[in-house]
């Protein structure tokens, strides 16, 4: 509720051990191989209750909020072809992907490139934002939402999730509230199609759009043509990171979403780590423009991944700065376990401390708090095999883990290739670079900085040969 909930659970685990106790049933746990056992495929640990809050329509479950093991489990398996990127194959993300951010740096440029005589602070918070809702809206309906055409918070939607964190980590924490807000009268607060701000509205243009969608398959052919695009239809819901929400007039079509804010957080942090460290940043810009005459433009997402410097960045950003900031409880099996050294009784529920697995310095070293991409080029393979296992937690793991992470990968990864590869930044305001609110999930605002636009590639080679990274 304070806003620093990673800290205060890191902070919990470097004084008193990887395993510590935060309510009378409550334990949280910093330690990734025990969070990797907790979600292993074979395991019997299941969900606690506190993914009730996850549950949006009154008495419907979404694959986040399924507890029973049967129903979480036939929940993932209609959705993770959908959600899998493999090799070549067209799913139809990459190309929407490709044309938003197209979108996203034509806007920059028009709007928001500095220059000698004149200066044009952007918030790159609010506009990454804009991005991740916009490839959402492409990729799920086949156009986006407008929010970088029209570049302003459509339907107040940001607004309305940034004053949503306290309530989703309050209802989380004490699920029992959920119940209660399910109920009349206090089910009516709850986002509806008839809003006209927030979720509400955009659920309605979703339920539109399929509905629209489905009407025409269905006229055209006389079914319903579940391509991997059409199964993918919706948004983000109340900073979730991955949420099936059952749309109330089609209950055999369900919504899929990859969520926006955590995507968004981890493109922010990445840049924030960059901008902060200027060896990396000439570095990686290095990479980019001697690699960028034999790639596609856009590249491709087959090439972005043969670009190591620019693979030790985003996982150096996202082991420093999880996409989620933890708990997510499970339950301990009947007959206890033995965990950390201490037997811990079966039904007691432990969470996941994401910050502190990605700061520990049992893991990482002395130089846990500090980016530095080179840790990723030259760790030993047993070393580098441990660092990813690590980071890995922050996604979950075997039967929790995220479906939506290939297409966040994929967005990462694009995004700071093109913004890197186009612009050089600075920061308006060093003392205070972003606020940052950090409950359950993180929202960031205020990221102002100042972008110029980069010579053409084959210049920045010159330049970089003249002027080496250090």
Known sequence: MSGVFPQTLKEATDR?????????????SSDPEVLRRMSAVRGNYVKARF??????VPGVDNVVSALDEDKHKTMRAQMNSTFTVKGDEEYGFESAMDRQIQNFVTMLE???TSAESEIRPVDMAEKIQFLALDIIGDISLGKPFGYLKQDRDLY???????????????????????????????????PKEGDQVGFGRLLKLVTKSVEIAMHRNEAKEGALDLSPCMCITALLLLLLLLLL????????????????????HSILMTLLSLIAAPT??????KEIDEAS?????????????????LQAVIKESLRMWPPVSGLGFKLVPPGGKHINGYFVPGGTEIGQAFL????????????????????????????????????????????????????????LHKTVYELMKRFDMAIIHPDKPMKTKASIFVCDTDFWVTLRKRPAPNECQKLNEEHPAD
């Open 245 to 264: 929400l059952p749309l109330p007039r089609r209950a055999n079509v369900h919504a899929r979403i990859a969520g926006s804010n955590t995507t968004a």
């Open 156 to 190: 107040n939607f940001n607004e309305i999730n940034m004053s949503s964190l306290p309530i989703l980590t309050f209802v989380s924490i004490l699920p029992g509230i959920a119940d209660v807000i399910h109920t009349w009268p206090f089910r009516l607060a709850l």
């Open 16 to 28: 008193y051990g990887p395993l510590v106790r935060i309510g009378p049933n409550q334990l949280v």
């Open 51 to 56: 993914y009730k809050a996850a549950r949006v």
């Open 356 to 411: 502190a697995v990605g700061r520990s310095r049992q893991i990482w070293g002395a130089d846990a708090d500090v980016f530095r991409p080179e840790r990723w080029l030259c760790a030993s393979q047993a070393d580098l095999t441990k660092m990813n296992k690590a980071v890995d937690t922050h996604f979950g793991g075997g039967k929790f883990s995220c479906l939506g992470k290939p297409i966040a990968m994929m967005e």
């Open 280 to 285: 990396a940043f000439k570095a990686l810009q």
């Open 110 to 112: 028009t709007k928001y």
């Open 293 to 309: 005459a034999s790639f596609h433009d856009p590249i491709s997402w087959h090439e972005i991944r043969q670009l190591p410097y």
